[in-house]
């Protein structure tokens, strides 16, 4: 694809605006009524979902340069997906997510690169993370667990957990208590340990799509050589990529593919954990952008015109992972849910994606900051999501305001109460 | 229109615009100043681009307002500013001038419970606004162009109705007080504000301007720069917040108690318009919209649609059985009230032969469409069928006579829908509200069309101007006037308004820094590019009415 394929997408945008405000029946509140992090830091129209298809469309027609300047207000967006989420509420024949990463991946090949995101890149290379961290360390979170080693061994659920949980020592706990939990619970359950590799996602979405094509080939084969039925991941930005990256590159895992928020409630559902432990805590839950709206799963590409499109092939945030981890959360003794004023389809982002927290950290914790303000307003004592990257921010953010909210992974809720 | 892309702002103006809003709020960079420059909706030209401004400046405060206004002055610019900034109109119409994005100032400063008002500054939207208001039990006016717009735009400069005018009236007439900052940067502050009383009157004891701010259609920034505004708010009984779940097609909202849905069948236009005169007399309504089946087909389901239009049955159901038609959603304070309400309605509809249809028992119809009618939610939908769409000509006159106009504008869109210039949605697409619960309503013919083709864009002026000549020919005022092109052809057959326009903004601007080209400019247009027809019906209406010298023709 090139930016000339998105032309019809781009001539479409009425520049109505919509894309910049929570859906208009979800309007609560003048506080939290907006609902994209980039146009609402920095003002300009062009850091909108409608301002960034019209610089496409600009440049597309040579009417401006993509430059350095240019590049960089591209890439301060977080690919949340909230701008497409809002738009598709009103049309069918736009694509507004699909247009900024076209955008990306011309910048990457006209050569306007973020030197943050080249780090990153070489990292992935030289690493097979994102994070730079060595490749050796990869499996020290699993370290005296009981879970097969699916490089040696078959397995019929395999355990994905991806860079953050892997390397970020404040939250391998979490993965450690998931994998605990799923072998209480009597899974088969095998990992790669310090085989695993990055999925991709994360290249992918900064425009570098032949790598990521690379990694998800080694996924793929990884999970074929594993024999595994279901693959199990905790991160977010993973899920959304199996679910929905891979099937779209033509990448057949050939097995289902589950959140662990999801699978730790099919067991729960079928009484294999039971939540017996009373965990008096009130919070409200955090929607990942890449569980929720971006978690949609792959509907097929539609060929003819958009505008004859059916709405059950729109990539509209509707069939993203919502109810599963409330569900987790109201199975749990004590624990009192508080919805945010901004949840499911038109959450507001935590400001770690897209390859913002690397390359632009303040403005990824003040993103997470106006979450964590959002979440307070809820009265809640702890704010619970399940994606490690928001996690990650999230904490930073607390570390940085002085928040009091408690910042939990539903995995950690769940093991409390177990 | 030159719509260059090279024009280019000195570097000293460009640090003088810097000095007052911050650097961080300015920009010249092509490819930012580009997305102030795309702007399809309410614009006839085929490419959709505007004029480029030759910078973007984001002022946070009325302060920095004024220094800015000051600089842009100093150096020769104009300035065009915009809250919202959706449609052409809010877009420069000339060279050298500075787009001004107030989306900084976005703060609602006061809800007046007790005094019913709300003072605003310009980027809060019509959904914030309702949102807070409906927590201490009142409402504000939303716009036909929906809830993302802003009202104080629409209350100091731009148009303003909305299916709510029959209770809440539009937005010119909710301005109670606005700061103003002139194109000199002075500021003035009229209505009560004006003399220190605060904002609870548009009309005194300080200056009252109302007329010269708002006219009947605004200046659209073309006499300054409004930065905070009052605005009136109304009653609402219903809840502090509608529950809703869903987002627009999947909506599913809890209806108040006290609240009714029903739309109204009656058997021909005269009882129609007869039964509408007595709903509003009898001040039923809190919502209340002439109902095109067309236009609810085409915009809920555009696919149906397209399908649909081939059907003859369906098609003569559309525009011809069930034609004549309203929706109202009633509420009351009491149970007494609605008992009221629903037994005029019932004895209206028997003396005119007419229906009602109490939808509030059918939950999934009103409970999708709660919201939409309440806040407008809906109205972005109407891109849904083809990417875009255009309003014909609005005006306000009386009932009759915007039914006159609106029969017009079916036969109008038919012949373009005939000839491929636009999109069948059965011409049956007025959107149609009344004023004030009296005699007095709005009219606009919509239509939509897909960006995309060709033949579509190519029939965007003709239309334009075929609705402009129809209008004329009919001696009735096409209020959407912001076209110097038009205004040009038809001022003088309405007593040179321009010229009054343009002395207000001589007296008030007089270093002509404000961008006039919505608001009271001139320019030629060629009707040579015209089919002879049109050409010539032109040619008489400027013959039969222009003014001379010496007044109005004979």
Excluded at chain 1, 8 to 37: H, L, T
Excluded at chain 1, 206 to 225: H, Q, T
Excluded at chain 2, 363 to 370: A, D, Q, S
Excluded at chain 2, 467 to 487: G, I, K, Y
Aim: glycine share 8%; charged share 25%; hydrophobic share 40%.
């Amino acid at each position: 694809m090139a930016l000339e394929d998105y032309r019809n997408d781009m001539e479409g945008c009425s520049r109505c605006s919509s894309c910049k405000w929570v859906p208009y029946n979800q309007i609560k509140s003048w506080r939290f009524a907006k609902n994209c992090p980039s146009v609402v830091r920095h003002n300009f129209h062009s850091y909108s979902g409608s301002g960034r298809m019209i610089t496409g469309h600009s440049i597309l027609l040579g009417r401006s340069e993509l430059n350095d300047d240019v590049a960089d207000m591209i890439y301060k967006c977080q690919m949340c997906g909230a701008c497409d989420a809002a738009c598709k509420v009103y049309r069918d024949d736009i694509d507004l997510t699909e247009v900024l990463l076209e955008l990306r991946a011309h910048c990457v090949e006209s050569g306007s690169l973020i030197v943050e995101h080249m780090m990153m890149l070489d990292a992935l290379k030289a690493e097979d993370n994102v994070m730079g961290e060595p490749k050796a360390k990869r499996g020290e979170w699993a370290e005296g667990l009981a879970a097969k080693d699916i490089n040696t061994e078959t397995a019929e659920v395999m355990f994905h957990a991806g860079c953050r949980y892997s390397y970020d020592e404040e939250l391998r706990p979490t993965v450690r208590g998931a994998v605990q939990m799923m072998l209480a619970a009597g899974v088969d359950v095998g990992i790669a340990g310090k085989e695993e590799s990055c999925c991709g996602a994360r290249i992918y979405e900064l425009g570098y799509r032949g790598e990521a094509a690379n990694y998800a080939d080694d996924l793929v084969s990884r999970v074929k050589a594993s024999g595994a039925k279901t693959l199990v991941t905790p991160c977010s930005d993973g899920y959304a990529a199996l679910k929905f990256l891979y099937p779209r590159m033509g990448k057949d895992l050939g097995c289902e593919v589950m959140h662990v928020s999801q699978f730790l409630g099919r067991l729960v559902d079928e009484g294999r954990l039971r939540p017996r432990n009373e965990v008096p805590l009130s919070v409200t839950w955090h929607d990942p952008c890449h569980l929720g709206r971006m978690g949609e799963p792959f509907l097929g590409d539609w060929a003819g015109d958009k505008l004859e499109r059916p709405m059950s092939m729109k990539r509209a945030g509707k069939k993203g992972v919502y109810d599963a981890p409330r569900d987790v959360l109201a199975s749990i003794p004590g624990v009192e849910l508080i919805e945010m004023e901004r949840i499911r389809e038109y959450s507001w982002c935590c400001g770690a994606g897209g390859g913002v927290y690397e390359a632009y950290p303040e403005f990824a914790v003040w993103a997470a900051r106006e979450r964590l303000d959002e979440a307070a307003a809820t009265g809640a004592e702890a704010l619970v999501t399940a994606c490690p990257w928001c996690e990650r921010v999230f904490r930073d953010a607390a570390a940085e305001s002085g928040s009091s909210l408690e910042i939990y992974d539903l995995a950690d809720i769940l093991l409390k109460s177990l | 229109m030159s719509l260059d892309v090279q024009q280019t702002i000195s570097d000293e103006a460009y640090r003088d615009l810097e000095e007052a809003v911050g650097p961080e709020n300015v920009s010249r960079e092509p490819a930012v100043i580009d997305c102030y420059s795309w702007q399809p909706f309410a614009n006839d030209n085929p490419e959709r681009w505007v004029i480029r401004p030759v910078a973007v400046a984001m002022p946070g405060s009325t302060e920095e307002v004024q220094a800015l206004v000051k600089a842009i002055g100093r150096h020769g610019l104009k300035f065009k500013a915009f809250s919202t900034g959706w449609g052409a109109y809010s877009s420069p119409t000339s060279e050298g001038v500075v787009q001004v994005d107030l989306r900084r100032m976005d703060r609602i400063i006061d809800i007046d419970e007790k005094n019913m008002y709300a003072v605003l500054e310009p980027y809060v939207c019509g959904a914030q606004l309702q949102a807070e208001a409906m927590k201490v039990g009142l409402n504000t006016h939303i716009i036909g162009a929906g809830p993302s717009c802003s009202p104080l735009a629409s209350a100091t400069s731009a148009w303003g109705v909305g299916w709510d005018c029959c209770y809440m009236s539009y937005s010119g007439r909710n301005l109670l007080g606005a700061e103003w900052v002139l194109p000199d940067g002075e500021i003035l502050k009229i209505g009560s504000l004006g003399s220190g009383k605060g904002w609870f009157s548009g009309d005194g004891p300080g200056p009252s301007l109302r007329g010269i701010v708002r006219g009947s259609t605004g200046a659209l920034s073309g006499l300054g720069i409004f930065t905070k505004a009052a605005i009136k708010l109304f009653n609402w009984p219903g809840p502090p917040q509608i529950k809703t779940t869903g987002m627009l097609l999947d909506a599913d909202s809890e209806v108040p108690e006290n609240l009714r849905f029903c739309m109204t069948f009656w058997p021909d236009r005269k009882s129609q318009d007869e039964a509408i005169y007595k709903i509003s007399e009898s001040e039923l309504p809190y919502i209340f919209s002439r109902t095109g089946l067309g236009a609810t087909i085409s915009i809920a389901t555009p696919h149906l649609m397209k399908i649909l239009v081939k059907t003859k049955a369906i098609r003569k159901a559309v525009t011809a059985d069930m034609k004549w038609g309203c929706t109202l959603i009633m509420v009351a304070d009491s149970e007494g009230e609605m008992a009221y309400k629903e037994g005029v309605l019932s004895e209206i509809a028997e003396q005119y032969g007419g229906a009602v249809i109490n939808l509030t028992e059918a939950k999934p119809v009103i409970r999708m469409f709660l919201m939409n009618f309440l806040r407008g939610t809906a109205v972005p939908v109407v891109f849904r069928m083809g990417g875009q769409m255009f309003t014909a000509l609005d005006r306000n006159d009386t009932w009759d006579a915007q039914m006159d106009w609106a029969g017009m504008g079916e036969t109008v869109k038919q012949k373009w829908i005939d000839r491929g210039g636009i999109l069948d949605d059965m011409a049956d697409n007025p959107y149609m509200v009344t004023y004030e619960q009296n005699t007095w309503g709005h009219c606009e013919e919509i239509f939509q069309y897909d960006p995309r083709n060709p033949e579509h864009l190519a029939a965007l002026e003709p239309i334009f101007v075929e609705f402009s000549v129809e209008a004329a020919e009919r001696c009735m005022e096409p209020l959407s006037s912001t076209d110097a092109r038009l205004r040009k052809i038809i001022s003088p057959m309405m007593g040179h308004y321009t010229s009054w326009q343009q002395k207000i903004s001589g007296f008030l601007d007089r270093d002509r820094a404000a961008d006039t080209g919505m608001y009271c400019d001139e320019v030629d247009f060629d009707v040579n590019k015209l089919e002879p027809e049109m050409r010539s019906r032109i040619e008489k209406l400027v013959e039969k009415y222009s003014w001379t010298d010496e007044g109005p023709p004979e």
